[in-house]
């Protein structure tokens, strides 16, 4: 007997040689469930052992992908699933609805692995008995189905007549992977057939058609409606046996094809699902939690890129730096709770006040940034004193009815003649003069080499 393990326990591999080799067996050894099935390495067993765990494809989809296949062999063929611990209470009914026919575990003694093997490997036939695969005949002469079924009962076919009236009705009940459909002499028969098959929303069966090969438009006709596969008359026995062999691998490859196919959704609605955690993950690490705003390595990261779009393509675009006056009063007086309420209000407001293409951040306690893209300097600083404006002139009142007047003093600059370390230190030397000539102002830094030349706007 040949006895498939497809597992990556090596240690389970090696006591299963030791428990049955000497006696004659084989023990085959493949580790991906997926690789089994796609180079048939089951066809050549007699007991599989499988991981019940396993991704994408776990023992318990294995085996029922098995247990559908139409061939009668793998129908029946023992699978045991191989567990890691032992099964709790709850995992039991799980196991009991999979059609399989026992489990070990991986870290099984040798003797054990004999006492829950050994009965299957000993046994002279399959489990179970083995129902045949369904045939379903129609459309051809009684002594031709009575010769149909004396050559295929031998090979475990099931042959099912049925008149072409009641073959959608007969197909619903035997659900058979292979239909024998004789051919009249005019076509027309035949596919009124097929059509209704397809019509009656039944899984359709794989067709052989029976009789004299039509004309090629007719052909054509044939093969739309569901036609696969011809056999002439009169009829030659190895050629039907070898068409509906044909059949069967059809089948079965259209199966292994449709369950890639699910492990490709499911790969994909993973990829997805990890696409999404990956965006919240980035917006979590790049915004502030207390403002909703970009953060201060989110400010980094971007002025970077902003002068490199600058030096690249000079695409220009004006930096503000403000900072919120005299916050160190407001939270002495009214406590830290307001003072957080007061920058989340801030935060709106210059939100409010922006384009979408500009970007705004927090970058320190009560200081801010701001790109403006695609902005000349002018423009710039009208956008900063708008904002001033729209900050002084609206207090904000808070949730106890009381009311804080709070100011802003920016400073303002453009990348040329500057790097982004000498642009970023003018702008803070021209915010710090905003605050020495009495706040709630903005300072413009002049476009020159020299970070220290600073004019005064506001």
Known sequence: MNILAITKHAGLVERLRTAFEGAGNTVLHVQDHLDALASEAWSQAQLILVDATGDPMDGFRFCTLLRGESRILFQNLPIFLIFEQPLLEDEMPRL????????????????????????????????????????????????????????????????????????????????????????????????????????????????????????????????????????????????????????????????????????????????????????????????????????????????????????????????????????????????????????????????????RSDLAFRIG????????????IQAGAEVAEKLRCRIDENPIALESGQMVFPTMSFGVGAPEGYSASSLFAAVDQALYLAKHKGRNRIEVVKASVDPDSVTTAG
């Open 96 to 355: 009991r609805a999979t059609d399989v026919d026992g489990h070990v575990l991986a870290t099984d003694s040798i003797q054990r692995l004999l006492n829950v093997l050994g009965p299957a490997v000993e046994a002279d036939s399959i489990p179970g008995g083995g129902s045949k695969v369904p045939l379903l005949v129609s459309g051809l002469r009684p002594e031709l189905i009575q010769r149909i079924q004396g050559l295929v009962d031998h090979f475990g076919f099931g042959l099912t007549a049925a008149s072409i009236k009641d073959l959608s009705l007969v197909q619903g009940q035997v659900k058979a992977p292979l239909l024998l459909l004789g051919m009249d002499a005019t076509g027309a028969r035949t596919l009124d057939a097929l059509q209704a098959m397809r019509e009656h929303g039944e899984v359709p069966p794989y067709v052989i058609l029976l009789g004299k090969i039509p004309r090629q438009a007719l052909q054509r006709q044939l093969l739309l409606a569901g036609a696969m596969d011809w056999v002439t008359l009169p009829l030659s026995a190895p050629r039907l046996l070898h068409a509906c062999r044909r059949g069967l691998e059809w089948i079965h490859a259209k199966r292994i094809q449709q369950e890639f196919q699910f492990q490709i959704n499911d790969l994909r609605e993973r990829r997805i699902l990890l696409e999404i955690e990956a965006t919240a993950l980035r917006n979590e690490v790049l915004t502030d939690p207390l403002t909703g705003l970009l953060n201060r390595r989110a400010f980094d990261q971007n002025l970077e890129n902003a002068f490199n779009q600058w030096d690249r393509h000079r695409r220009t675009f004006v930096l503000v730096l403000g900072d919120l006056d005299y916050f160190k009063l407001i939270n002495d007086r009214f406590g830290h709770l307001v003072g957080d309420e007061v920058l989340q209000a801030l935060a709106q407001r210059m939100r409010r006040a922006l384009r």
């Open 365 to 376: 306690g009560e200081e801010f940034a701001i790109l403006l893209t695609e902005t000349s």
